[in-house]
């Protein structure tokens, strides 16, 4: 009426993007004052509010019609006046259905909850505890030794939810380790919640300490391969380990729970090495890459709750690289499969249908697109200097050269995976994230090859060789650099977030924690 074409909305002044729009709208739904008036909103639409002078006190009344069974269109004889009545329902829309005649109660902060239950998994006890992101200045450092110099650890896993019955609550937890030379340790993991000094209890695999005790994963390994956290995965209950990187292309089914591991099944599907595994958020499927370029998803099988073994067919096949498959990450909830390879793509399918649905390139800003950071950028590096803001920048693509090595997918939805590119004198390394919707949100250069990635919330963990920096999951930036005295294998964060977990190759384990003077 005044002009301009309707095009695009305009966003608010509060928002300097689409992204930080729906950002922003995100950490006000997930908010401590939502959550304390969550149940006001239920009485309101599905609760007593809904009808009656409770609603009137409300203000909470609609038309009429709108309400459920206000209007039985098939007693209505005359033809027109059904139509009517049919024609006001669909104007007005419909009321949802009456669920509660009474208040719902609200939400339970979270030290009301930890009050009624005393006896707690370690799991339990981990979410009573601050995670580190709310405090990455408090961090305290403590060291641990899981292993022999010449026999670094390569994965290390607590899994989320151990199951333990009545008579063992409160016990640890199982905290999974697998060496370079294949050496499996269940050690015990219990983090502490009224400790002033300690931030958890470790509780070293006894039958580490002799040869003749030891636990070896009994499978060969591809001669030459050398063995990172890609090749293993735990299920969430941690009864399965599921292994790769095997001389016959096999995928290894691993119980773990009790006494010596068995392989309890083989799995032939690819027609060459199994490079990398990843199980789904919610634990119930599995997806692997292999160096035959093609990835596969597979279910996980349950027996009394607890997991037992894989699907002898896998729910889907996925192709489209050129090259060996060095990531994988699969989110069932998002429907998303997510795959990346030497070829320098990355690929996103559905899992439910397998489904194509785009590719993924690293983006590198032309020589003259490059911009400084700004002063205020937390922790500035010197590798960090430019800013690659896929917003106001010139990108090219080069289609040789680049080949993505980590990548891992957030809750969501967000992709976030290294490169390298090679060019003279020496390659250059790069860290991309993009958005669900397969949008660059921001790329940056960084000095040295990626060991490992993790993304939790709204941070992403980057292990670069003895260094690890945490940083923001929308710019990438800086927010803390941890460093150790030797080059970090693997890295994991607990259930909860409480604890990051460094496996370091002189055999020691560093776990970063709140300092319990500073909560």
Request: overall charge neutral; glycine content about 6%; aromatic content about 6%.
């Amino acid at each position: 009426q005044s002009g301009p074409r309707v095009n695009n909305i305009a966003l608010p002044a509060w928002a300097s993007s689409p992204e930080d729009f729906i950002r922003k709208h995100r950490q006000a739904l997930e908010s401590e004052h939502v959550s304390a008036h969550l149940h006001e909103w239920i009485d309101l639409i599905f609760g007593f509010k809904q009808r009656g002078e409770a609603a009137v006190a409300a203000l909470n009344v609609f038309f009429y019609c709108t309400y459920e069974g206000a209007v039985d269109l098939d007693a209505i004889e005359d033809e027109h006046a059904r139509r009517a009545a049919e024609g006001m329902i669909n104007n007005f829309g419909q009321t949802p259905s009456q669920l509660l005649k009474e208040p719902h109660p609200r939400c339970m902060t979270k030290e009301e909850a930890a009050k009624i239950n005393t006896q707690m998994t370690a799991t339990a006890m981990a979410a009573r505890l601050p995670d580190i992101f709310t405090k990455l200045k408090g961090l305290k450092a403590s060291f641990v030794e899981v292993s022999e110099v010449g026999d670094p650890v390569v994965k290390i896993c607590i899994p989320p939810q151990q199951a333990h019955s009545f008579i063992h609550h409160g016990m640890p937890d199982t905290l999974v380790t697998v060496t370079v030379s294949g050496l499996l340790g269940l050690h015990g993991w219990l983090p502490h919640t009224n400790s002033k000094h300690q931030t958890f209890t470790f509780n070293f695999d006894p039958t580490l300490l002799t040869k003749k005790t030891q636990q070896r994963l009994a499978a060969t390994f591809a001669p030459g391969l050398d063995l990172s956290h890609n090749l293993f995965a735990t299920s969430h209950d941690g009864r399965l380990l599921l292994t790769a990187g095997h001389w016959d292309n096999s995928l290894r089914v691993v119980t773990v729970a009790r006494g010596k591991p068995r392989v309890a099944k083989s799995i032939y599907h690819h027609r060459d090495l199994v490079t990398c595994i990843s199980v789904d958020t919610a634990g119930h499927h599995v997806m692997v890459g292999s160096r035959d370029t093609t990835c596969t998803v597979w279910k996980i099988m349950f027996t009394s709750g607890s997991a037992s073994e894989l699907e002898s067919k896998p729910l889907q096949t996925l192709y489209g690289h050129d090259a060996e498959v060095t990531g994988v990450a699969l989110s069932v909830e998002l429907d998303m499969a997510v795959s990346g390879s030497l070829d320098g793509t990355v690929i996103t399918h559905t899992v439910r249908q397998g489904h194509y649905v785009r590719t993924l390139r690293p983006h590198y800003p032309s020589p003259s697109a490059l911009t400084p950071l700004s002063p205020h950028s937390p922790e500035k590096k010197p590798e960090d200097s430019l800013s690659l803001s896929p917003l106001s920048t010139t990108f090219i693509f080069e289609k040789g050269g680049v080949r993505v090595h980590q990548l891992v997918m957030s809750e969501m939805g967000h992709i976030i995976f290294s490169t390298t590119r090679t060019e003279q004198p020496k390659d250059l390394h790069h860290l991309h994230v993009f958005t669900v919707n397969g949008k660059c949100l921001c790329s940056v250069p960084i000095s040295r090859p990626v060991n490992q990635i993790l993304a939790r919330g709204e941070h992403v963990v980057v292990a670069e060789g003895a260094l690890v920096r945490i940083r923001d999951l929308y710019t990438l930036a800086i927010r803390q650099e941890l460093s150790t005295n030797a080059r970090i294998m693997t890295i994991h964060l607990s259930p909860g977030s409480s604890h990051l977990l460094l496996a370091l190759k002189d055999g020691k384990m560093v776990v970063f924690a709140i300092d319990p003077s500073k909560r």
